[in-house]
């Protein structure tokens, strides 16, 4: 009896040290995180697009600002005009549906005190990094700002005219900024620049902070032209394109971002997290 005692007493001790709770995944043991960028469902209030985040099995979000509230807040938007009750009850509402709000973006502005209270509302509402594009001009606040509060910076590389369309600018950016200072790698816009979204991510080595990840199909697959596709079945080699990260030891945040089947697009996006895991858990 004794022993069974001291079995179960040092049992109940592991179990609180953590050693009971959920397995980590080889993808969580590396660094790796799947995250939902918000924009996923921007046909619906972010209260839906939280509990279809959840329903994705997916546990961190990135917000975009502007997306809209839905139930008791109605039209109120998400962003640094929150006031301080709304933000608390919004970070409830996730926490809520077992979702942790992660990041924002992406956010752009020309208004320096615009930057300041974007960073600040980062601080306040716990967010690990802000998707932007800032102005070439901005790089001297944005840094510094970012340097104050810990929030990183992750830059986005939209379409030309974005100045960030490809690595080479946003590296001529990044000389002589902190390490707080990296990209928000959207491999799927590279591609549809005409760029190597393999080569892009070579070029970034240690400058990633996070992802706008996603596959996307063949310009000629069919009238849509090369939108998003799940995981695994399109042109990006989502298995290659993770195979660098790993070289590179990137650890952070993969946002999904799937601009597609807009309505309906949970079935697809729980089979992209299904391919993710597996994919993981076999090259790592």
């Not at 901005?138 to 104050?148: E, K, N, T």
């Amino acid at each position: 009896m004794k022993t069974y005692l001291l079995a179960a007493a040092l049992l109940a001790a592991a179990c609180v040290a953590g050693a009971c709770g959920p397995k980590q995944t080889k993808a969580q043991k590396q660094g790796w995180e799947l995250a939902m960028q918000s924009y996923t469902f921007h046909t619906f209030t972010l209260e839906e697009a939280l509990s279809k985040t959840a329903e994705c099995g997916v546990k961190y979000i990135e917000v975009y600002p502007g997306h809209r509230l839905g139930e008791k807040w109605g039209d109120q938007v998400f962003g640094h005009a929150m006031d301080a009750r709304t933000r608390q009850e919004i970070l409830d509402l996730a926490a809520s549906k077992d979702v942790q709000i992660v990041g924002t973006g992406v956010f752009m502005t020309d208004d320096p005190t615009e930057w300041e209270k974007e960073f600040a509302f980062a601080k306040e509402m716990g967010l690990a990094y802000i998707t932007c594009e800032p102005a070439w001009e901005a790089w001297d606040l944005v840094d510094s700002l970012s340097q104050a509060t810990g929030i990183k910076v992750a830059v986005h590389n939209h379409p030309q005219p974005s100045i960030y369309w490809t690595p080479d600018s946003l590296l001529l950016a990044l000389q002589d900024r902190s390490p707080n200072c990296g990209s928000c790698s959207d491999v799927g816009h590279w591609r549809r620049c005409g760029l190597d979204q393999q080569e892009c991510l070579r070029k970034l080595d240690g400058r990633i902070i996070s992802l706008h990840f996603k596959d996307i199909a063949a310009p000629d697959a069919d009238a849509d032209g090369q939108h998003d596709v799940i995981w695994g079945t399109g042109v990006l080699d989502v298995k290659g394109m993770l195979e660098i990260l790993k070289e590179q030891d990137f650890k952070g945040y993969f946002a999904i971002e799937y601009e597609y089947n807009w309505e309906n697009s949970v079935p697809d996006i729980q089979q992209c997290v299904a391919y993710f895991n597996d994919i993981t858990e076999e090259i790592l």
